[in-house]
Nanobody, 119 residues
Framework: QVQLAESGGGLVQAGGSLRLSCAASGRTRTTAIMGWFRQAPGKEREFVAAITWGIGRTYYADSAKGRFTISRDNAKNMVYLQMNSLKTEDTAVYYC????????????WGQGTQVTVSS
């Protein structure tokens, strides 16, 4: 099993930046892909970005393209999400995930970290 722990959320003004971190432990290489999802109040959890442990191939939701960057440090078993030009609609709980780019394919979730973007 993989255990995931996020950090780095907080309150930021629109246009600002935040970097989220995800520490993976356990059988981290049993899943080839790591990702970030988010869930806003009253909405379904949605995919944001993902990256493969191996070659570092990246995937982004349209809402994240050009503003967010996902990266990983294989040696430290860390995954990061750099979020720039934040908008109020980015406000959500952000979850680190192991296993896929779709909710039903995720094998493990972190506990989530709150990101609040104020206008």
């Amino acid at each position: 099993q993989v255990q995931l722990a996020e950090s780095g959320g907080g309150l930021v003004q629109a246009g600002g930046s935040l970097r989220l971190s995800c520490a993976a432990s356990g059988r981290t290489r049993t899943t080839a892909i790591m990702g970030w999802f988010r869930q806003a109040p009253g909405k379904e959890r949605e995919f944001v970005a993902a990256i493969t442990w191996g070659i570092g191939r990246t995937y982004y939701a349209d809402s994240a393209k050009g503003r967010f960057t996902i990266s990983r440090d294989n040696a430290k078993n860390m995954v990061y999400l750099q979020m720039n030009s934040l908008k109020t609609e980015d406000t959500a709980v952000y979850y680190c995930a192991a296993g896929g780019t779709e909710v039903h394919k995720v094998a493990a979730w972190g506990q989530g970290t709150q990101v609040t973007v104020s206008s």
